[in-house]
């Protein structure tokens, strides 16, 4: 992480929103408002990418079905040359292709409209901090998505598979146990988890090919 | 209407009669195709005149034919909003039977040796190869879509669904037309002059290069106007599907969310069955719950959801074949989130359900007040019956975990028994 956040509500994050539908934006800025600095607005995708690029916000909340593109234009226009953003996608729709599409493409995690304003901002901060937000939901694709098959030969097993306590990490979360739980549960610390967590969703997002398009056949997408 | 079917019509109309009166074939009134009736409506006259007068016109060498069959190709059929009638396509190929017919009578008429006879068919065939060519390329056909008739056969003949057929149908016209036009070259030309044939050929070449020219711009627009009629059915189509289940579900349900706002459960419990009804319709693949795991376990968790105003965040990894060991797996699951939603007092309940190679397992677990498993009562029979007993009679595990003011986990786990994966494997075959 190129700076260590103060967990500490010193300095306030900024927030940068994208969203085509204004009513949800000013919804948003003002649930989060009392938690996070709202520095600016976009409601396309080229405007997003121009504004973020000027503003450089510490994190971005990214819709997903937007008309020009949808937040995975942003995504690839913004991760080469502003890795220091982080995008956390915000929408309401959680069909698999979308959430896995937007973490493959690079945000730090998923959260769906229905969140209450206190979990979002939590999850805004986790993802400052450089930690994954992993719903259960999104749990439960990635491990659809990795579900081992024994007999399949794998390129880069270190890079393509889960490790047990990935898997388990995983399972627990998409069973609705929060980081801490976790950490009990499998006698560990909260460290170790978040650690878990942002492995699986590096794997996620740098997993081969011949992975990909396996999880998209399996799912009738190509 | 098509552009097509009015470009023809009206310019019949405003060539031959005033713009006022449209000149047409009605639907009703009509003993053949209606041109009768038409004309007497056109006209002003009584209908009987005007059959008088083709009958009459039948003696001059079949005049009254000829002009009947040429109004009967050329005049526009009446509008109606009615289901057109089935045998309209099959009659309007008929008039360039009739015309053929008519030449050969014409022939046989003037000449009486064979060989003029032999002409008048294959002027015939020529006829009816170009009606066959001019008829398919007519923009007013296309309509006929839904009105193909029921007879196998006669769906052959004249159904246009396929582009094949189409084709099919074109170049056979353009067959018969070189024919047609070889046949006569050939018969009136002197016996055995090679010179004559090829002279035959050359214009049957040019005859259909004819036919080509004139056609090719009609079917030009009538591709085009059939790729964009296409497109716009399929449009209409799905506006009206969306516009349906919107009227069906979204605006009663918002009906019913201003009409109940004080009560904040029950606008809750609506608002979140119309999300998961839309989510449904929108992203998910309609998948049977009583053959399907993961199916029969979201609409259990959907039913909880509306019955008790909870959310359920379900979350299904894999799929199986439901048996009667996995229905009693979906029961007992449905019975614990119903605890949870009843006892836990919480907003959000976690449903999370896994298929394995070797076992099923679901875990169902809130946040909520929980409680203390030795201080359950001996007669509570929801968790001991529905819970733990069922698990254990169908060869499954049920293991709860809980602790006063730390929420509960209900674990179920059921082992694939070979039966249910042979069954699996046999279904799947």
Known sequence: MTEVQDTGTDRRLTVFLVDDHAMFRAGVRAELGAHVEVVGEASSVAEAVSKIAAIEPDVVLLDVHMPDGGGRAVLDAMRR???????LALSVSDAAEDVIGLIRAGARGYVTKTISPDELAAAIRRVADGDAVFSPRLAGFVLDAFASRPDVPVADPELDQLTNREREVLRLLARGYAYKEIAKELFISIKTVETHVSNVLRKLQMSNRYELSRWAADRRLV | MTIGGHNRGGAITTAVNPPSRRLYRPRDHR???????????????????????????????????????????????????????????????????????????????????????????????????????????????????????????????????????????????????????????????????????????IFALVGLLGVGVVAAPLLWRMFNQLRAEREGRIREQERAELAAMIHDQVLHTLALIQRNSADIKEVQRLARGQERSLRNW??????????????????????????????????????????????????????????????????????????EESELSVFVRDRGAGFDMAGVQESRHGVRGSIIGRMQRHGGKAEIRSAVGDGTEVRLTLPASRESVAAAKEAAR
Not at chain 2, 45 to 63: E, K, M, S, T, Y
Not at chain 2, 94 to 107: E, H, N, T, Y
Not at chain 2, 326 to 347: Q, T
């Open chain 2, 282 to 355: 929108l992203y998910k693949p309609s998948a049977s719950p009583t053959e399907r795991f993961a199916a029969a376990l979201e609409q259990a968790a959907a039913e909880v959801e509306d019955t008790y105003a909870i959310s359920v965040e379900t979350v299904v990894v894999g799929d199986t074949e439901c048996d009667e060991r996995v229905a009693a797996l979906v029961a007992a699951a449905r019975e614990a989130l119903v605890n949870a939603a009843r006892h836990a007092g919480v907003s959000t309940v976690s449903l999370y359900a896994e298929v």
């Open chain 1, 81 to 87: 040359s502003h890795p220091h953003v982080k995008f």
């Open chain 2, 31 to 201: 003993v053949i195709a209606g041109v009768a009736s038409g004309l007497a409506q056109h006209l002003g006259v009584p209908v009987l005149v005007v059959r008088i007068a083709l009958v009459v016109l039948l003696g001059f060498n079949g005049l009254g034919l000829l002009l009947y069959a040429a109004f009967w190709a050329v005049l526009p059929q009446q509008v109606v909003t009615a289901d057109p009638p089935q045998r309209r396509d099959l009659a309007m190929l008929l008039p360039f039977g009739a015309i053929g017919l008519g030449v050969v009578l014409l022939q046989a008429l003037v000449f009486d040796d064979s060989v003029a006879g032999t002409a008048g068919w294959l002027i015939a065939v020529t006829a009816v190869g170009a009606g066959i060519i001019w008829h398919q390329s007519d923009p007013t056909r296309r309509h006929l879509g839904g009105a193909v008739p029921q007879q196998p056969w006669l769906a052959a003949v004249v159904a246009e669904s396929d582009r094949r057929f189409f084709l099919f149908r074109f170049i056979g016209g353009g067959v018969l037309v070189a024919t047609g036009i070889i046949g006569v070259v050939a018969v009136y030309a002197p016996a055995g002059s090679l010179t004559a044939v090829v002279n035959g050929v």
